[in-house]
């Protein structure tokens, strides 16, 4: 069974542009997580969806967004980049809808904002 | 809010030896409680997913135990590899609200020497 799979790997932006990340979760799971992590702040929850719905958002801007296609898949869209946006994007995905299956996740992507 | 501490932030051991990493949680409300494994530039993996019902899970050379009274898990790894030289971190998913939200320790840094 293919695990997690984000594209791209990395990505290099200049500060003020905008971003797309891709993650496709494992077969069959519909909950699709995003975290972003730094070395200062570690692992921060950015938001979820279940059934193309967010279903919960962490403390980020409003510059964050996602969404979810009927076949699970699911798009980080991040506008306006600034340079504390450089961070490695990870992407999780599980199979139940009340939070007791385990999460799986992918590579990440590298983000670099220049 | 749920904090989540991992103790210690580093460690190296000789090859062979048994070792145990601490991870507590300020709030017991929780559904699961997870251990992931990360790779230098890679995602996470995960390790053990111990439900709040459960005391301990184990996998090969693996167990975790959960304590949720008190807020404390406990990793042991018996016989630590040189392949076994990694990040490890604790997750806690909080009870209370649906979805895959978790809240991430700071990780502690495994370093196996041959």
């Known amino acids: 069974k293919a695990g997690v799979t984000q594209t791209p790997r990395y990505l290099i932006k200049t500060r003020g542009q905008q971003v797309t990340l891709s993650c496709s979760p494992i077969?069959?799971?519909?909950?699709v997580s995003w975290y972003q992590q730094t070395p200062g702040q570690g692992l921060q929850f950015l938001f979820e969806?279940?059934?193309?719905?967010?279903?919960n958002k962490g403390n980020f801007p409003g510059r964050f967004s996602g969404r979810q296609f009927s076949n699970s898949r699911s798009e980080m869209n991040v506008s306006t980049l600034e340079l504390g946006d450089s961070a490695l994007y990870l992407c999780?995905?599980?199979?139940?809808?009340?939070?007791?299956?385990?999460?799986?996740f992918g590579n990440g992507t590298r983000l670099t904002v220049t | 809010k749920q904090e989540v501490t991992q103790i210690p932030a580093a460690l190296s051991v000789p090859e062979g030896e048994n070792l145990v990493l601490n991870c507590s949680f300020t709030?017991?409300?929780?559904?699961?409680l997870q251990w992931f494994r990360q790779d230098p530039g890679k995602g996470l993996t995960s390790l053990l997913l111990?439900?709040?019902?459960?005391r301990e899970q184990t996998s090969g050379r693996l167990n975790a135990s959960l304590d949720k009274s008190s807020g404390r898990s406990t990793l042991y790894i018996a016989a630590s590899q040189p392949g076994d030289s990694a990040t490890y971190l604790c997750?806690?998913?909080?009870?209370?609200?649906?979805?895959?939200?978790?809240?991430f320790g700071e990780g502690t840094q495994l370093t196996v020497n041959p």
């Open positions: 999780a995905s599980s199979w139940g809808d009340r939070g007791d299956s385990p999460l799986h």
């Open positions: 077969s069959g799971h519909r909950s």
């Open positions: 969806y279940f059934s193309e719905t967010q279903r």
């Open positions: 709030d017991s409300a929780i559904y699961n």
């Open positions: 111990i439900q709040s019902s459960q």
């Open positions: 997750a806690v998913r909080p009870r209370g609200t649906s979805g895959s939200r978790l809240t």
